[in-house]
């Protein structure tokens, strides 16, 4: 099957403002902003791909050269089987686009009217337009306000129009910056299961979501990409992140007693990734990383009280998207982690 978006060594380079003075007695020097390094990926039809990183990390900057509102500075990318370079118009007939951007509404039209102009830019025929239109206003919430002026729309409505606009023309692949930036957890909620009910369980859209809402990411996302300066530091499942960076089943044990041998035999268990013993005024503590919970655990757990330690205290919990992002996201540039690639 073709990927629905498919990069290799994707880059971009800003050359960055000179003073004056620079240009005048330095006129030969360049200096250039690397926003996208070499970004390779490889993304399914019907998928739903997170773009998770920081403000500057280059989401953005990734996602208008898959839009071709931005060149290459090196390495190729096709969307729904077109090169984004020679055949950008085939490009943007298959995609649409939400951000943050309200500039580019008319804002002494009504929201409908709004929509009426853009699915006419589409060239989706009036009738179409018109039933198209009205569903989509239904299903983003804004029914009640479509006849009212885009200038009176708060900045959640306005987000929610810019929603209806994307999909106007039922595009095969859908670019989603931040859609939930501007909107209240019970909107942000609904419009996480409008995505996941209506963008890819209906329509079968491919959706490229750059978001900062980890529980966005973790709720909707099939595979995710963490971005650091431009490069993709780690990529896919939710799993295979866990496992790929050794970050799994974290297991807490308060033992009253603990032979000194017990870390070195729990360490030697199949299925564990990190052991870590302490001690303190109530006892012993150990810390375990497991690849995942199951017969490693039970494992873990019987070579425990067979060792005659006496636990008083157990607890696990998964490791956390959030946890996975700060901890990946705030190593040293350096000293990059594995990456998790499917």
């Known amino acids: 099957m073709q990927p629905a978006i498919e990069t290799n060594a994707l880059t971009k380079r800003f050359r960055k403002l000179h003073r004056y003075r620079d240009l005048i ?34 989401k953005t900057t990734l996602i208008r050269m898959l839009c071709t509102a931005l060149l290459p500075s090196a390495g190729q990318a096709r969307v729904a089987g077109y ?42 025929p009036e009738p179409i337009a018109r039933r198209r239109i009205g569903q989509l206003i239904e299903r983003v919430g804004l029914a009640d306000f479509a006849d009212q002026p885009f200038r009176t729309y708060s900045s959640g409505m306005r987000q929610k129009l810019g929603i209806a606009r994307g999909l ?48 966005e990411a973790e709720e909707l996302c099939d595979r995710l990409a963490l971005i650091r300066s431009g490069r993709v530091v780690a990529q896919g499942t939710i799993a295979q992140l866990r496992e790929g960076l050794h970050y799994g089943v974290r297991c807490a044990l308060r033992l009253r007693h603990m032979p000194p041998e017990l ?11 990190d052991v870590a013993a302490s001690r303190d005024d109530a006892g012993h503590r150990v810390e375990l990383t497991l690849r995942e919970e199951g017969p490693a655990l039970a494992a873990l757990l ?41």
């Not at 118009?89 to 853009?118: D, M």
């Not at 095969?172 to 930036?181: A, C, G, I, N, Y």
């Not at 696990?316 to 000293?335: D, G, N, W």
């Open 168 to 215: 106007l023309h039922q595009p095969q692949v859908l670019f989603m910056d931040e859609p939930t930036r501007s909107l209240d957890p019970i909107s942000a909620q609904a419009m996480r299961r409008f995505v996941a009910e209506y963008i890819i369980g209906e329509l079968g859209c491919t959706v490229i979501l750059a978001t900062h809402s980890m529980a």
């Open 25 to 58: 007695l330095y006129p030969w020097r360049k200096a250039e902003h690397l926003a996208v390094d070499q970004v390779s990926l490889a993304i399914a039809p019907g998928e739903l791909f997170g773009l998770l990183g920081q403000n500057g990390a280059g």
């Open 263 to 273: 870390p070195g035999v729990l360490g030697r268990t199949p299925g564990l990734l």
């Open 83 to 124: 090169d984004v370079v020679r055949q950008a118009r085939q490009v943007r007939e298959r995609i649409g686009l939400v951000s943050g951007e309200e500039r580019s509404f008319y804002w002494r039209l009504t929201g409908r009217q709004n929509l009426e102009f853009f699915a006419a830019l589409h060239h989706v």
């Open 302 to 342: 019987r070579e425990v009280v067979e060792s005659g330690a006496d636990i008083y205290h157990f607890e696990t919990h998964q490791i956390t998207l959030e946890e996975i992002y700060l901890r990946t996201l705030s190593a040293p540039a350096e000293q990059p982690a594995e990456a998790a690639v499917c």
